[in-house]
């Protein structure tokens, strides 16, 4: 740390546009207090130096690995394609670094397995479902736990966003590809099913369809064609170790319609909403309940929209964590449980009949 900021180090840096540029930046330069970002990498050294200068860091490396050997890095966040992050999570690692890693953390279960297995005894990790760390969702599971629900009986979900719709910008083209990991399935559905297993308990069973709604998906501002081999809608239903009984629709391609959850309890109510296109995940997430449940509490840093919003709720209770030596945060082995999670509802989908989880 330099004195009591800790010092970040960004892999996947994008002066212009990319998700570190949208919502890492964003969230930690509203806490200068207890982060400084202290390097930034990309693609090439041209790259990293537009990059840094546009996120105020202190060093640009035009290789990730020169980043994460860095001394005066102590936390590493891994902000690049899916299918890059496996290398640079376990050089990271291997080095002492903590590490933020975004969801999903590997392209299929081995890749995750191994990287949760090479975090060391004493390093601090977190995986990038920041849905988790929403003001609203932690009261909402506080309110649960407290019995102002009851018996938690019936959920519904309906989760869009607009990505997997009819055409793909060029940068997004290589999220159709089922084989790279970053999916409608695993990026929409992996954010929402993070969250309903954090209010209702872990799935016991699950019933699945999973459909690949358009197949051939138009590149914009060519005439490039892909193959789309991930699904673009899915279909869960569920029951939870809480006995709840669930529902979830994630649909691509929507950008007019909120995201919505509706949890009965024999004793009450709550909803939950988000109106950002992109995902419930990268926006406010509003509660509503139907008794007189204490108001949410306020956000970490005020002034933040959209894709920062929930992230800096995550980094403030990442670096929470690596102060007190405390491990509360969405870690590499939750990451394991959800990947194998996203395979027993694809296997459910593909073989037609329910899967049974424990």
């Given at each position: 740390m330099a004195g009591n900021r800790h010092r970040i180090g960004?892999?996947?840096?994008?002066?212009?546009?990319?998700?570190?540029?949208?919502?890492?930046?964003?969230?930690?330069?509203?806490?200068?207090?207890?982060?400084?970002?202290e390097a930034v990498s990309a693609r090439t050294q041209e790259l990293a130096d537009e990059a840094n200068a546009a996120f105020g860091?202190?060093?640009?490396?035009?290789?990730?690995?020169?980043?994460?050997?860095?001394?005066?890095?102590?936390?590493?966040?891994?902000?690049?394609?899916?299918?890059?992050?496996?290398?640079?999570?376990?050089?990271?690692?291997?080095?002492?670094?903590?590490?933020?890693?975004?969801?999903p953390l590997g392209r299929d279960l081995a890749e995750a397995e191994q990287m949760a297995a090479a975090v060391p005894k004493g390093a601090h990790v977190m995986i990038g479902t920041q849905a988790l760390s929403a003001p609203a969702v932690l009261h909402a599971r506080r309110l649960i736990e407290e019995g102002h629900l009851g018996d938690l009986q019936v959920c519904r979900v309906f989760s869009p966003?607009?990505?997997w719709g009819d055409s793909a910008p060029p940068h997004y083209a290589?999220?159709?590809?089922?084989?790279?990991?970053?999916?409608?399935?695993?990026?929409?559905g992996g954010h929402t099913l993070s969250m309903m297993e954090y209010l209702l308990g872990a799935y016991v069973e699950v019933d699945a369809r999973n459909t690949i709604m358009r197949r051939q998906v138009p590149i914009t501002g060519s005439d490039e064609m892909v193959e789309r081999t991930c699904a673009d809608h899915m279909l869960v239903l569920g029951r939870h170790e809480s006995g709840c009984v669930s529902t979830l629709e994630v649909t691509g391609g929507v950008a007019n319609r909120d995201f919505s959850l509706e949890l009965v309890g024999t004793r009450g109510s709550l909803t939950m909403s988000s109106s950002f296109p992109g995902g419930y995940q990268a926006?406010?997430?509003?509660?509503e309940t139907s008794f007189g449940a204490p108001p949410v509490p306020a956000h970490v840093v005020e002034g933040l929209r959209y894709a920062p919003v929930n992230v800096a709720e995550a980094w403030a209770r990442f670096a929470d964590d690596i102060e007190n030596g405390t491990y509360t945060v969405p870690d590499f082995e939750g990451a394991v449980r959800l990947t194998r999670l996203l395979d027993a509802i694809d296997a459910a989908s593909a073989s037609g009949q329910r899967a049974v989880l424990r």
């Open positions: 960004i892999v996947g840096g994008n002066a212009n546009r990319a998700w570190a540029h949208d919502a890492h930046v964003p969230a930690l330069r509203k806490m200068t207090d207890r982060f400084v970002i860091g202190n060093r640009a490396f035009g290789d990730s690995l020169a980043l994460v050997r860095d001394s005066d890095v102590d936390v590493v966040a891994v902000s690049v394609k899916v299918p890059e992050h496996r290398a640079v999570v376990l050089a990271a690692l291997a080095a002492g670094k903590h590490v933020y890693c975004e969801w966003t607009v990505g290589y999220l159709q590809d089922k084989a790279n990991g970053a999916t409608l399935e695993t990026i929409a926006g406010t997430i509003v509660l």
